[in-house]
């Protein structure tokens, strides 16, 4: 069953700490994004990658790092720079073709006091 | 930044009524136009999706209508169910990069 897995669903971490989350997909696509939201704000990019080894900044990069050393695999790692890290982070993918359609994954809540 | 402005942030309608959500967009360059629907707890689905070329598309319930000019288009959703209470976002994509603006959410909820 084809989709996008992220792990784990809730998170709590202390602050000061750098925490990564997880985002794996089984579809085949080229393309993989970062979201995140919060209420009131809709969903805002972080980052996202269109092909392996390379990814670009979104509108959100701040306090936030990634990488693409898989093409099933785009972790994003919240760092202690991130003034304000608890949201709910989204994982998404996408052929990356011009309008091909965005499956998300069911998401993590990250929670940090 | 590039914007996709959506209204209204919430919206009740009584069960078999229409519900009516409106984005607007301001850079040209943008060429495809989904909407997402998204429960508690999930990541969003699409929903439907337009480009400019085309006025209007419908999906069973759900149309989508484009106004090019005025840079605006709206989600309808017919005889409106309680199963569809559930927050929709438009989106846009492209203008001039590979990625998705979304508009702030509509959280919509269908009353019996």
């Known amino acids: 069953d084809g989709g996008i897995t992220q792990s784990p669903k809730y998170l709590f971490r202390k602050e000061g700490q750098n925490v990564t989350l997880s985002c794996e997909q089984n579809?085949?696509?080229?393309?993989m994004y970062w979201y995140r939201q919060d209420p009131g704000q809709g969903l805002r990019l972080i980052y996202y990658?269109?092909?392996?080894?390379?990814?670009q900044k979104g509108d959100i990069a701040e306090g936030y790092s990634v990488s693409r050393e898989k093409k099933e695999s785009f972790p994003l790692t919240v760092t202690s720079a991130q003034k304000n890290p608890t949201a709910f982070y989204l994982c998404?993918?996408?052929?990356?073709?011009?309008?091909?359609?965005?499956?998300f994954g069911n998401g993590t809540r990250l929670t940090v006091t | 930044q590039q914007q996709v402005k959506q209204s209204p942030q919430s919206l009740i309608v009584q069960k078999g009524g229409i519900s009516i959500i409106n984005c607007a967009y301001e850079n040209t360059a943008f060429d495809y136009f989904p909407w997402y629907q998204q429960f508690p707890g999930k990541g969003p689905a699409l929903l439907i999706a337009i480009r400019p070329d085309v006025s209007e598309k419908k999906e069973g319930r759900f149309t989508i209508s484009f106004n090019k000019s005025a840079k605006q288009f709206s989600l309808h959703i017919m005889d409106s169910q309680p199963g569809d209470s559930a927050t929709y976002f438009c989106a846009a994509w492209g203008g001039g990069e590979n990625k998705l603006t979304f508009g702030t959410g509509t959280q919509l909820k269908v009353e019996l």
């Open positions: 998404a993918s996408s052929t990356g073709t011009g309008g091909s359609p965005l499956h």
């Open positions: 579809l085949n696509h080229d393309a």
């Open positions: 990658s269109q092909i392996v080894n390379d990814f």
